[in-house]
């Protein structure tokens, strides 16, 4: 089984900074993405960055300049380090990590949720 454990959520002031990490254990065989994805009240799920294992990243435009994403492949973990939020970041924050995982057969392609992290900015 693979476990994921997000942290680093919270309130934070126009302009603020708040850095999420999260992270992968289990019977993991490799990584090929991990991802953030955030969702609003009465918004559908949105992708916010991702990164690949030879660190390719991509980001919606909304957030381009002002979150960096990042990932440790010998910790398997992601972290977004946010910088000059706004009101309309808040959301809730999910990873999304897809992998190799090992079974007693053979190696399967997964993918992983997070349990998701509450980010609030107030104005």
């Known amino acids: 089984q693979v476990q994921v454990v997000e942290s680093g959520g919270g309130l934070v002031q126009f302009g603020g900074s708040l850095r999420l990490s999260c992270a992968a254990s289990?019977?993991?065989?490799?990584?090929?993405?991990m991802g953030w994805y955030r969702q609003a009240p009465g918004k559908q799920r949105e992708l916010v960055a991702d990164i690949t294992s030879g660190g390719s990243s991509k980001y919606s435009e909304s957030v381009k300049g002002r979150f960096t994403i990042s990932s440790d492949n010998a910790k398997n973990t992601v972290y977004l380090q946010m910088n000059s939020l706004k009101p309309e970041d808040t959301a809730v924050y999910y990873c999304?990590?897809?992998?190799?995982?090992?079974?007693?057969?053979?190696?399967?392609?997964?993918?992983?949720w997070g349990q998701g992290t509450q980010v609030t900015v107030s104005s």
């Open positions: 289990g019977n993991i065989f490799s990584i090929n993405v």
């Open positions: 999304k990590i897809d992998l190799v995982e090992r079974t007693s057969h053979y190696p399967i392609q997964t993918q992983h």
